[in-house]
């Protein structure tokens, strides 16, 4: 019995040797280096973050990018952060835009973009991007920290045949904030719809791009952009004025709140209401599952506030590089990070997903394939985005622990909605809790 | 003469309980120790820096007057759920241990709820009441109920509790049946004979006998209301509007994977861990008393 055995192990073994020296043989040339990109895109963005993948693995063989789908941007931030914690960092992950100060305060934890594609010997020129996407993921002095990735800014969407019931003229979407009250306020009084307007992430495009967009400040030092001392100011006379007069559109459901962040964007396709302000990302998915003609237009501004409109900012997510991998490896991210710039790729996957093209060429390459004229709506976010030159309130935001600043906004606006304090209450309180995060987070980070 | 099994190798017994120590040990001990080890330490998110600050956490959570909220939405929510989930449990048990016809049939459909998963139960019930898609949100709203969950903390707070509770309703109804079912028939019969009323009985002869099999479900429903409701929170409220439904373990998780905050987190789990162990102690210490085994 014990022979036997002894046997079965010895055959086993030198057949597994001989099967291992065979297939190593087979595998004389260079095996492609493996490159890990964790992301959270689902659905139709998922397949094109794999078909980017694939295309690149295609035009070379000594790098293999492998993609991982790694859950909301919220699981993926925490999912790299325990990953880099234990040693098995990805090589590159995708993060959303409200965890970049999180990301740039992680000096060790992170590779520069500029950095590394000069030390890969890489051609790279940061000006080939569009200003508005990477002043969002630069230092002060214009050096580019990560790479842009899937960007986009917040649109107003709405429902034609509503409209037409309601005895609105659908090619004229209301332009300012007035108008647009009216027309859900008509909307309602026709019953062309159950609800006249929600809106998606809240306190994204109620606070944020809404103070951008009027040129008033969401915060000191330029929005944190400046320095992480930066203060929270939006409790202004203009914002308040606007939460308050949400509240007050609560009544006989002009506007109705759908939850945080994407949750109220099921509410329009349904048809349930007859506008909605929320990602300009939403588009594939409005296209996909609405049964009713619908257009998509500028946000909606305070003609009696100085300046406005101003322009808008991004939202959507970058590409971090991790630290502490091989320079060999590094060659190949930076190769990966030349092929997703080229024009070709960036025109095919703005046009597909609704996310700006991340290259001033690729801009231009769409214009001029005459995209926008037969796809109107699709150019409102670039046109956004570039309608002013920004100020210091409109180039963008960046605060530590900003998800969690979100949900305080959000918490604090709920509150409101829900008739438990008033609209200055809630921006008041919002501001000193947010506050206390940022020096929190300042604390931690130093 | 005593009938024992001696074990003659003093090794064995413990080579025999060393696989379930080493379990506690790596997955029970390992994390607490860690929890209590990281609750003293300033440390950004990536580990790059870590500064001993005594106990500077357990200062800012308990000075926290939303911790201090959690603690107070803990406290009704876990009472809530215990208290339905046993009740309803114990109410179903005694009529599925009357019922004799297709009492199969009752059982097995009662049991199956257990089967799902938190976050799956609180998926289901998300979908029926949704304001917007679900159907008995719908329904609610058609009839001029202005049910809106995801601004009105009250209703959101109802909403989490019956889906916890209604999770774990079979877990408690297999334990109170079988707890019935191992009370001996001649005890009722004795006292239906000296006259005593079916509500007389149950509750003079049923229910202390069955007082073993409720002291152990009160135990397990209160440790479950506290740690495992957490999927069911996470799909259905994500502990707002407000914070009208973060309780401990939920904030743990939030300030911990979210906000990033490892200190402050770690703090939050030692003290729940130091509130459990004090409400189980007075539990064996006090309720078990009123026990009859």
């Known amino acids: 019995m014990r022979m036997r055995t002894l046997t079965i192990f010895l055959t086993t073994t030198v057949l597994a040797s001989v099967a291992a020296g065979s297939l190593g043989q087979a595998q004389t040339s260079k095996p492609a280096i493996e490159l890990q990109w964790w992301h959270a895109m689902t659905g139709a963005n998922g397949d094109r973050v794999n078909k980017i993948a694939d295309g690149f693995n295609a035009t070379q063989s000594d790098y293999k990018v492998v993609t991982s789908f790694k859950g909301s941007y919220t699981e993926t931030l925490t999912a790299t952060i325990a990953a880099f914690r234990s040693g098995n960092a990805p090589h590159i992950a995708q993060v959303f835009e409200v965890g970049t100060a999180t990301m740039m305060g992680a000096k060790g934890a992170i590779k520069p973009v500029y950095q590394l594609m000069a030390d890969a010997g890489e051609p790279f020129d940061s000006k080939a991007y569009l200003p508005a996407i990477t002043g969002y993921y630069s230092t002060a002095d214009g050096k580019m920290l990560s790479m842009p990735f899937n960007s986009s800014t917040s649109v107003m969407y709405y429902n034609k045949d509503a409209f037409k019931k309601a005895g609105l003229d659908p090619d004229k979407p209301p332009k300012t904030w007035p108008e647009f009250f009216d027309a859900a306020k008509k909307i309602r009084a026709a019953n062309a719809a159950p609800c006249g307007f929600t809106v998606g992430w809240m306190s994204w495009t109620q606070i944020e791009q809404f103070s951008a967009w009027h040129n008033v400040a969401i915060g000191t030092k330029s929005n944190g952009l400046g320095g992480a001392d930066t203060e929270l100011k939006f409790n202004g006379p203009l914002q308040i004025k606007h939460l308050q007069a949400l509240i007050d559109a609560q009544k006989d459901r002009v506007f109705e709140y759908g939850g945080r962040e994407r949750q109220p964007e099921g509410k329009f396709p349904n048809g349930e209401c007859a506008m909605i302000q929320t990602s300009s990302g939403f588009l594939g998915e409005a296209i996909a599952n609405s049964k009713f003609a619908f257009g998509v237009t500028m946000l909606p501004y305070y003609p009696d506030a100085a300046g406005a409109p101003q322009n808008s900012i991004i939202g959507g997510a970058s590409l971090w590089v991790m630290g502490g991998k091989k320079p060999e490896e590094y060659k190949g991210v930076a190769k990966f990070f030349s092929y997703l710039s080229r024009t070709d790729v960036q025109v095919d996957t703005h046009t597909v997903t609704g996310y700006l093209p991340i290259t001033v060429a690729a801009y231009k390459a769409t214009k001029d394939s005459g995209f926008y004229e037969k796809n109107p709506g699709r150019e409102t976010p670039i046109l956004e985005l570039q309608n002013k030159a920004p100020t210091e309130n409109s180039m963008g935001l960046r605060f530590g622990n900003m998800v969690q600043l979100r949900d305080v906004f959000a918490e604090e606006i709920e509150n409101a909605l829900a008739g438990k304090q008033s609209a200055k209450e809630a921006l008041d309180k919002a501001v000193t809790r947010g506050n206390a995060i940022l020096r929190q987070f300042q604390k931690s980070s130093s | ?293």
Request: charged share 10%; hydrophobic share 55%.
């Open chain 2, 1 to 293: 003469m005593e009938r024992r099994a001696i074990f003659g190798n003093r090794v064995l017994p413990y080579a025999l309980v060393a696989p379930q120590l080493v379990i506690t040990v790596l997955f029970f001990f390992w994390p607490a120790f860690q929890a209590v080890h990281q609750s003293v330490l300033l440390e950004d998110p990536f580990g790059l820096s870590s500064r001993f600050v005594w106990f500077e956490n357990f200062e800012a959570v308990l000075g926290d007057e939303f911790y201090l909220n959690s603690l107070g939405v803990t406290a009704l929510f876990s009472l809530s759920v215990a208290a339905l989930s046993l009740g309803i449990a114990l109410l179903l048990a005694v009529q599925a241990n009357n019922v004799i016809r297709g009492s199969h049939t009752y059982r097995t459909l009662l049991i199956w709820p257990y089967a799902v998963a938190p976050a799956v139960a609180g998926v289901l019930w998300l979908f029926m009441f949704h304001p917007s898609i679900g159907l008995l949100g719908q329904g609610l709203r058609a009839l001029g109920v202005d049910w809106n969950y995801l601004l009105d903390g009250p209703q959101a707070l109802l909403l989490v509790i019956l889906a916890s509770a209604w999770k774990q309703i079979s877990y408690n109804f297999i334990f109170f049946l079988a707890g019935l079912q191992s009370i001996p028939k001649s005890l009722i019969e004795a006292a239906a004979i000296d006259g005593a009323s079916p509500r007389h009985r149950f509750w003079t002869v049923v229910f202390p006998l069955l007082s073993p099999t409720a002291f152990f479900l009160l135990v397990v429903n209160i440790v479950y209301a506290f740690f495992d409701t957490f999927g069911v929170i996470h799909a259905v409220t994500g502990g707002g509007p407000g914070k009208a439904t973060e309780i401990l373990v939920y904030k743990v998780y939030y300030d911990g994977m979210i906000a990033l905050d490892l200190g402050g987190s770690a703090a939050q789990s030692v003290i729940l861990m130091a509130i459990v162990i004090g409400l189980t102690v007075v539990q064996f210490r006090y309720v078990e008393k009123k026990v009859h085994y």
